[in-house]
C-alpha cells in the first residue's frame, strides 16, 4: 500500500459498503478514512492506517466490570492465543475489545477481490475474538502471567533519573491546570526521553507486574510514588508503555491521574539526592 494514499481505495469502499449496508455514521473529515458497520453484536470498521488498509472487528467485553491492569492482562492473554492478530482494548469502534489485521489488496483491484478479501479476514477476526473466554479463565489466579507482588530490580543511572527530572515542573503546572492536552503533549515528551536514554525495555516481560499491590490495580490514583526507588520508578514506566499496549487507556489514566507527573518529582529528587552524595563523597576524599 502506497504510504502516501489519503483515503481509503474507492474500490474497498465499495466492497465493504456492499458486504455491510448497515453503516454507522462516521463524523465528516473521517468518512474518508474510516467505515464502520454493525454486524450481529459486533462492529466491523474499514480503516486507512499506515500504508495499509485495516479490517477491524470488535466485541464487548466478557467482564461487566474489570479493573484497567485486569483488563490489559486479559487482552495479552488473548493476544497470546492468537499471536498473528492484533487485539487491544480501543474505545472509537462501539465494542472495546478490537482484533486487526492488515488487508492484502491492491488500490486498484476490484471491488470484489477486496470483498473476498474483506470477507475471508472477518472471519479470522471472529475467531479470535471467539476466545475470550478461554482468555478470560482463572484470570485472578497463577496461569501465564502468575500473581506477584515481588517488585523486580533494575539498575537506573543518576543521568536517566536527570532526563525525567527535568519534565517535573512541566508536568506540575499542566496537572495544576488541569488541562488534559498539555499533559498528553508532556506525556509523549517523557516517552521519547524514556526510549533514548534505555528506561524502556520492551524486549522484557512487564505485564505480571500489573498486579502489584502499590500500582492500584491499574486505576494509578492513590499510588505513592514519593516513596519510590529509583528502580520501582523505570518499573512502572515499563509497566504503563507496555500494558498500554493492550489497553489503551493506561497512559491517559497515567497523565490525568497524576503518576506521570509524581514520577517525574520522584525522579529529579532522587537524581539530586544522588547528586549531592557525589559532591560530598569528593569533599571528604579530598
Not at 500500500?1 to 459498503?17: C, G, K, Q, R, V
Not at 474499514?46 to 486479559?74: M, T
Request: glycine fraction near 6%.
Amino acid at each position: 500500500m502506497d504510504e502516501s494514499l489519503p483515503f481509503l481505495p474507492h474500490n474497498a469502499i465499495a466492497a465493504f459498503t456492499r458486504l455491510y449496508p448497515h453503516e454507522r455514521p462516521t463524523r465528516p473529515p473521517e468518512k474518508h478514512r474510516l467505515r464502520l458497520a454493525d454486524l450481529f453484536g459486533s462492529t466491523v470498521a474499514l480503516e486507512l492506517g499506515y500504508r495499509e488498509v485495516l479490517l477491524r472487528l470488535s466485541q464487548d467485553c466478557p467482564f461487566e466490570e474489570i479493573s484497567p491492569a485486569y483488563l490489559a492482562i486479559f487482552v495479552h492473554r488473548l493476544s497470546q492465543l492468537c499471536p498473528d492478530v492484533s487485539v487491544a482494548y480501543l474505545e472509537k469502534y462501539h465494542h472495546p475489545i478490537v482484533a486487526t489485521l492488515p488487508l492484502s489488496v491492491g488500490p486498484e483491484d476490484s471491488p470484489e477481490a477486496w470483498a473476498s478479501a474483506i470477507q475471508s479476514t472477518v472471519e479470522r477476526l471472529k475467531g479470535v475474538l471467539a476466545r475470550q473466554e478461554e482468555a478470560s479463565r482463572g484470570l485472578a489466579s497463577d496461569g501465564p502471567e502468575p500473581w506477584t507482588n515481588r517488585w523486580p530490580e533494575v539498575e537506573v543511572t543518576t543521568e536517566q533519573l536527570a532526563a525525567i527530572g527535568e519534565l517535573a515542573d512541566d508536568f506540575a503546572r499542566a496537572q495544576a491546570k488541569g488541562d488534559s492536552d498539555e499533559l498528553l503533549y508532556h506525556e509523549e515528551r517523557l516517552f521519547r526521553r524514556v526510549r533514548t536514554f534505555g528506561i524502556l525495555k520492551p524486549e522484557r516481560h512487564w505485564i505480571p507486574y500489573l498486579r502489584l499491590d502499590e500500582l492500584e490495580s491499574g486505576f494509578w490514583n492513590g499510588i505513592r510514588v514519593n516513596h519510590f526507588t529509583a528502580s520501582q520508578l523505570a518499573v512502572t514506566l515499563n509497566v504503563v508503555y507496555q500494558g498500554n499496549r493492550y489497553n489503551t487507556t493506561l497512559v491517559d489514566r497515567a497523565c490525568t491521574s497524576g503518576l506521570f507527573t509524581g514520577i517525574c518529582a520522584r525522579a529529579r529528587e532522587l537524581a539530586e539526592a544522588a547528586g549531592d552524595d557525589s559532591v560530598r563523597g569528593q569533599t571528604a576524599s579530598d
